[in-house]
């Protein structure tokens, strides 16, 4: 990832309040954001553009996000997966069926937020330059 591209970030969040938040936050940290309000409508943008974040709610209408975050993993491999729950228990389910993504619970400060997609993306350059 060149320093001219900014990472980009789907996010997928049903409360149209928190998406919003969520969003800005995040644009505002430097981030390009496409968000969408339930997984059913990420799936196209995951088969037709390249994400480097996944930033997907886990309880949604139609599809949820661990349902996303799997069909994510087959259409684009590379993107790295975060989800964001108010449920303790569907953060347990969240961690044993996607081990690899980060669950961060709500409530959470949106500094707390932009620190951990920064964590992301920072261990997956640091994974690039091993080797």
């Known amino acids: 990832m060149s320093e001219t591209t900014k990472p980009r970030i789907l996010l997928a969040e049903d409360d149209e309040a928190m998406r919003i938040y969520l969003e800005r936050a995040l644009v505002n940290a430097g981030y390009e954001v496409v968000a969408v309000d339930r997984g059913t409508a990420a799936l196209p943008l995951l088969e037709q553009e390249k994400f480097d ?13 661990i349902a996303l975050a799997q069909h994510c993993s087959e259409l684009s491999p590379s993107t790295k997966v975060m989800f964001i729950t108010g449920f303790a228990a569907v953060s347990l389910r969240a961690s044993r069926e996607q081990p690899n993504a980060k669950v961060l619970s709500k409530p959470f400060h ?14 997956a350059q640091d994974l690039s330059t091993v080797g």
């Open 53 to 65: 974040l996944l930033l997907s709610d886990i309880v949604m209408p139609e599809m949820d996000g």
């Open 110 to 123: 949106l500094r707390d937020l932009v620190l951990e997609v920064e964590r992301v993306f920072s261990d």
